[in-house]
């Protein structure tokens, strides 16, 4: 009671808050809600041309003692431009949180970082990369070491559904699988904004993830399987940032570290992200980059002119 007492007397300066930021908010220039994006520039070199951030936290449920919450926090950089070539690298951090030995107690702490080049070929963003995923318990026993490498290709493109989409294709292969023994992934990502309105828009994505596993070299008794996850939720895009309110379903494998089968969960979150749409896209979403777009026309001449 006293806590709900210390929080009632903070009410008043909240709502005040609120109020003064509210305009400023609604005073942002409005972007083209079609796709929230930095035009890009032509060919030419350039270093450090582009950068990204993105956060995540969303509520598992059910949850569980050890699985209740998942964060992300990650941010990328382009390195160099040469032409149309872009050299990139990502980090993303995930942890996962319970509540088995404190109220918020941070159970998995897994590491995702990725370097690689994207370039554009006809309507396709094509992207070589290689990626690494690093997964650990904290707080708790050492483990054997759970993580892989994996070198592959990625590539995605616009369509013309009725509704702005896009579509991604991906194959990689480990060079590296200690305990999983995971050998090739495949991923298909599709994307698109279903409605719009003055200030948001609403949107569907869902993704498909296939991969084989070498079962002499996992420690996991299970074969291949196959991940997937379906979300749509309410985008509310400001200048290069935007604020997504999301509902998810995903069926994962793997979801523990030494302990084969899966999870079917539902997901309710939010993610704030900004800078470079072609970092973001390839920031762990397994969407692949995002394809460059036409430039707009021109606008007429005055009359006169």
Known sequence: MAALARAHRWIPALIVA???VDPLWAQAPEPELERVEPERPGPGNELLPEASFQ????RYAPGEPDLEWSTWIGAGVGFARLGHTTLFGTADVETVVGSERRGFDARQANYHLQLGARRPVGP???ELFFGHVSRHESDREKEPAVDWNILGLRAARELDLGVP??????????????AVGYRFEATLGVESDVARWDGGLGYLRGRLRLVTVAEEDSDLDRGGFADASLEGGLRFPRRLQSLELFV??????????LEPGALDRALFGLRFSGGSPDLLAAQSSGLGPRPARASPPPAPAPDGG
């Open 55 to 58: 956060l995540l936290a969303a």
């Open 248 to 257: 998810a379903w995903e069926h994962r494998n793997d979801v523990r570290l």
């Open 18 to 20: 609120l109020a003064a």
């Open 165 to 178: 989409t896009r579509v991604s294709l991906g194959l990689g292969h480990t060079t590296l699988a200690s």
């Open 124 to 126: 396709w963003a094509l």
